[in-house]
């Protein structure tokens, strides 16, 4: 866990690698899969997910 806000954290991370898409959310750029237009100027966003570890 981080002890910092995500102002800070965007801040220390390359802008051409993350992006942030909402107030609470910071994404790599990669792991966007495809964006559509959604309601009220809105966009839906659906990511690769990584598998998890076992």
Do not use: G, W
């Not at 806000?5 to 802008?15: G, K, R, S």
């Not at 051409?16 to 899969?33: D, G, K, L, P, T």
């Not at 959604?38 to 998890?52: C, D, G, N, Q």
């Amino acid at each position: 866990m981080l002890n910092r806000t995500l102002d800070q954290v965007i801040q220390n991370l390359d802008e051409e690698q993350f992006f942030r898409i909402n107030c609470h959310q910071i994404v790599h750029i990669e792991s966007m899969q495809t964006i559509h237009e959604y309601f009220s100027r809105r966009y839906k966003l659906e990511l690769i997910v990584a598998p998890k570890d076992e």
